[in-house]
């Protein structure tokens, strides 16, 4: 494969002075202004896989109490992926509306908006230390699968945008929608606020939930009023560009124009189907195997920049040093590096100092170019064959209810689940 | 396989009143009291790998100055730790030598000894929130390798020892050693300070670099002193775990007595040959798909507690996820589970809250016992083949210089790579 | 995966009176009135790369010369396939054309006539000793890639089937075409005969290499006189049968009439593209992990009839093992066993005399129909990255030469591949 | 890896004049004048397996009775071997004893006596039309895994040699013994007949099934008198190797002298325990992903010849395009290549004749010699975990019955196999 980026003098410029280690290019304007100027915006990477991780958030429930009970862990994450090159800290509210903290048997040491709040106040605490932009987000909800109303949905998204426009953070984005339909709805109440909109779906070629495709789903959201559309999350960053590309067909067919994001997973996910990482026996516990490294995710920053993605990010899986990777292959379109650059060679060139020769004989591009990590696994497969329950908005299965699973309920998807596999 | 833990009071006592979550059994004792009593001491993970995804350590040096540098990053990955159900701190002191600092082109904005000094700062502040032990840890040197003498050698150890004991640290830890030659000089050095002293190898059943076996090594460090035995890093849990076990036989049938810990990596490494991790081609920046699940870590903690294991914790690759696990897997051994688990449901019980009831049907052990992971990467294969130079100390192409390496040199090292395959 | 077949009284049916032992069930019909009779017609095996495993083809050139040279070898073959229940016995005449011949270096020992007629001969004595029917078979040209006219390429079918009438074989097809066009061309000859016309490509969903899609390729191929039409060869039984769904549902829809076929390589393909198996790097001497078992074969059987395919047979890796699979996977449909299964215990039941007791805990259906059989090659990826030159018919790159490629086009063509790794 | 063999002159002796392409270069020599002579001697592919998957041989009871039954069969398949190379033409006679025969259900249609006279008259009706030799085999017997007495079973094995005597076979084999003790009676029987003796177990590494090691079989043997000692069966080329190599030094240090061959499956087989292959999961009907290549073949013929291996043949799964790469790969030494090789180039040259451009671009040596090939199952793994009943001769559950398993015991297996996952 031939690639055709980071040049010589970049390359040369990260010597003794680190002139070329910037933060933060676009600081001072707006997302649009940059997007409009053709730069490059890197996003971030998931919180709640990564707190999860650390020990911060619960997996199954996956609430971000976390942003007002352990703040130190949240302010840390934000650090890491802005000095990675992150020009954008999404605020830690991924399913912090009332209904869904309510659902997930959350406590409720926290209301919704405390949460919302202190997670406002630590997204913008650290995009000041480097000049990043602050963005707001919302996604699906309970009510949506439980069939509520276009008001009560709608309703909800109003409740968690009245503290991002409190906070006045820069930018919105509804993300992690697998049916457009409520994506739109998203769209019209973030649009009242007169912020840029930015709106992701969790969808892959295949298209949402509902089998609407990913260029007729792209045409509905730039109509509904987002100006940044793309995909995030449920498919690795392959299967996300791709979803893209038809998407900006279609807008471009369409006589419309946006911009385009792509904020994907940082698993590799061949197997799956149109309800991607979900459906595959992996998720969430067992999903290390499909890590990208950091050379993969050089490979998605160079496809999606020539798919013509201009914003650039990660979801699940994502850690700092994913994010500093597509920072690092886009550099020449950025004109230079971010602060984490220090701590990292360009294509391994940081082994030139390892203690043994055979791996400092690794410090070269072809060597990580080329490589074909090994699983260490010989007792696993490839791929693996995923769930496919085929049920979705509307179905008995998806009502969604406000105490734990009870054992009998359980026991009745256990055995479904084994006579399905 | 049969598992005989977990029992239902344990598992029960993790409902609404979290009183089962408790930290630091152990506090207020010493690690010779905790191991004399039979307890279980779980250790951390490695800081080196960890701070190299999260942007503060550069990889190919593996220096330490982060503690100085950047104490916020190392801190909270010591509660993460310690929230993990970690009793011991280390000190963030690997290869944090004057002569590694300078030899590996480290720009000196910090001696080794103010590296040093923050690092106990760190551990200690932590340490105290949880009742945690701090640990001061040295490593093998670049003198070693490069043959310089006995007491030079020995010179290096006493000056990071200084700091540690100024600093009051609760044990020592002599770590990562591929020649018990050296291993022996640093515990005799430890020993003179009067601390309790443990010593791990960085070997596997073929013993260390010279051909001695892990038997021979552990009657060896015993003899010399060390109070606590074992092995870390370059291999993974089930080779380390095997190895202490030939360490157990030898120091029992030599009529001594000793602790034993293991502290392996959290990557598989099935394929490796006598030098670890070090020579897979994989290593330092394709391992992912290697990474352990914390259920491999559950199997680990419990054959390591079999095996008469009682110091049981990680090296490169662990996150806290991986320590919760060993605590949980222990949690009826120690009365009790880590603070972290209250972000964690036992063998995925957190999952009865998801959303998609196919995957609440994998709210179970058997589920996740009996998953064979697939790595999402059809082109790649199961295992790899290891380099093997076979050069150790002593030898020109192991002779440490503190000039970054060459571009002759380079060239020479990658025509020999090329050759080699 | 729910399993319908093999009910009891046809398992029954195999003890001490092997009465349901029977061999060609529809003997003394010929093809069509056995398909018209809604029978299922078992086809037997690929010729080729049996017998070059055997020694007998040679392969590159890939001619049959074998019929002639080494007839032994060629009937033992046919017995085989007959013996496991094959219906049809197929003239040994793939790339017998004169200008095959001539092209690939034969060494012209015998005339293409001769080897076309000691083909006959041969298939006719082995499908005489169990009323099974014969079928003369024709395959696509060089000249056809070379760019001859229509006439040109006619005439080499004719000159073929003029043996085929002379020794009155019972049907005829034309098989292993790339390009539609010439299949028609092929059809439109073998039907002035008055023969029965079965015509099969060797494509997949993608149709062609001229990108004439699967559905369009049936529609021509009936309308040009053939009344068996499928795929054969190139992909895997489970391609092959999504192709001839795809042929079915066109044909159907432009309210034609036909019968259906498939014969599918014995190798799995999942990561062919377009050209087939001629493009995986594999091919065609390192295709061995890639082999069906039988139990993958009694799959593709059900599946082949589920999706109302009755001429039911295999191509290149087939041996007789997997033919009878196929014969003993649809027993109950064809009222009994073939003369091989008095060496083969359905479902492995013959294990139930093993000598060790956990082979014998083998000898049972769920066992082999759920096993995931592991590679023994832990160095090796489970899929491959196909070649993928781009050019088909016309382009310089495929006008055939008589003479062996010389070593300066070998030389360039090296190069061109080293640079598409 | 640097491959030292094939040089020039021979290859380029295989051009137009097929001088090179010579039969049994050691014709009408014995085979001890063979090995004393320093000769290559290529052995033949196992029968039984072979057999099975074209229809005469039924697996599970894997009797013989197909040289009585089917010699056609068995006639064709002794000349695919010679022709390949094979200096060796065994008779088809494996568990071909009356106890076996008997103890397996075979239906009595044919006495030993008959079989073994009919496989012995195959034999060396085919070897004579090559120069080949002919070797009578005798295998391990029920009787022994039954705790008969040394009479008893040296009478079974001196009724089947009473048939090689008879019809002058050239020399004797006993091979596939799992207990050196029974190995050296029969040694001790077939020694009495004053023809050359061999003498093979199905072993790996870690020695006989009562843990004697390989060093101590092979001398125990020897003192039994046999001339040429190995292994056969159970284990792939590379175990087989290295366990004869542990032979020979044994043989070496006690002062003996031998000649060594070995054997082994044609199957990869690196997940086996001492078992060797039975334990496998996939045996015997899922064993096609772990077939060798003919490249791999080379291979191994090349390290058994380096080992001092001369007697290099093979069994289960071998078929002659095996067999022909051994015979291609130790050309140099033998002066010659096998009649076979008329279909093969050497290295794939037959390739340069094919018709598509990039598959000529795979005619050289290192393209086939680093292939790495795909397995095309990305929903399997490549290791599997053997059975490991551990137990052998005199074990109740290896006591062998003339009946066939009944159901009871069946289930009684299923149900400790099920428990045993």
Redesign the interface.
């Known amino acids: 494969m031939q690639r055709d980026v980071c040049t010589e003098p970049v390359l040369n410029s990260r010597g003794p002075g680190a002139a070329a280690i910037t933060m933060a290019p676009g600081a001072g304007k707006g997302i649009l202004a940059r997007l409009d100027a053709g730069e490059v915006v890197i996003g971030d990477g998931g919180f709640v896989f990564a707190l ?10 996956w609430t971000p109490e976390a942003a007002a009970e352990h703040p ?2 949240v302010r ?1 994450l934000h ?2 992926f802005l ?2 090159g992150s020009d954008v800290m999404q605020t830690f509210t991924f399913y912090a509306s009332d209904d869904k903290l309510e659902n ?2 959350h406590t409720q040491r926290f209301t919704g908006q405390q949460i919302n709040e202190a997670a406002c106040d630590l997204a913008r605490e650290v995009a000041d230390e480097g000049g990043a932009l602050v963005a707001g987000g919302v996604s699906q909800t ?1 009510a949506y ?1 439980s069939c509520k109303s276009e008001d009560d949905v709608k309703a909800i998204f109003k409740k968690q945008i009245d503290v991002f426009v409190q906070k006045n953070v820069d930018f919105l984005i509804a993300e992690y929608f697998e049916h457009v339909e409520e994506a739109e709805w998203a769209v019209q109440v973030l649009k009242s606020t007169g912020k840029p909109v930015a709106a992701t779906l969790c969808i892959g070629p295949e298209g949402d939930l509902n089998g609407v495709r990913p260029g007729d789903c792209a045409v509905r959201l730039v109509k509904a009023g987002a100006h940044v559309v793309g995909v995030n999350c449920h498919f ?1 960053p392959e299967t996300c560009v791709k979803t893209v590309k038809m998407m900006k067909e279609a807008v471009e067919k369409a006589g419309l124009k946006a911009h385009y994001m792509s904020q994907p997973l940082a ?5 799956c189907n149109c309800q991607g990482f ?18 993969d995710m050089q490979k998605y920053a160079r496809e999606a920049y020539k798919a013509g993605i201009r914003y650039i990010g990660g979801c699940c899986g994502f ?3 994913h994010v ?1 990777a597509l920072a690092e292959e886009l550099a020449p379109e950025r004109g230079g590096l971010p ?2 650059s ?4 360009t294509w ?17 591009r072809d060597y ?1 170019e080329n ?15 995923p ?1 496919a ?1 085929g ?1 979705t908005k509307g179905h008995a ?2 009502m ?1 209810q406000k105490e ?2 009870s054992q009998d ?2 026991k009745a ?2 055995d ?2 084994n006579k399905n596999q």
Do not use: N
């Open positions: 999860e991780k650390r020990g911060y958030v619960k997996a199954g429930p130190e862990a840390q650090r890491e000095r990675a997930r048997g309970p699968l690795d698993y590799h996910t061949p197997d979900i459906d595959l026996p992996e998720f969430p516990f067992g999903l290390e195997p499909r890590v990208l490294t950091r050379w850690e700092a040093y500093r602060a984490g220090e701590k990292h060679g391994g060139a940081g082994l030139e100092m390892h203690t043994k020769p055979w791996v400092r004989a690794r410090a070269r990580w490589l074909k990590p090994a699983s260490g696994r010989p007792l696993c497969p490839s791929m693996a064959t769930d329950w049920v299965d998806l969604q734990a699973t309920q359980l998807l256990f479904k689940a």
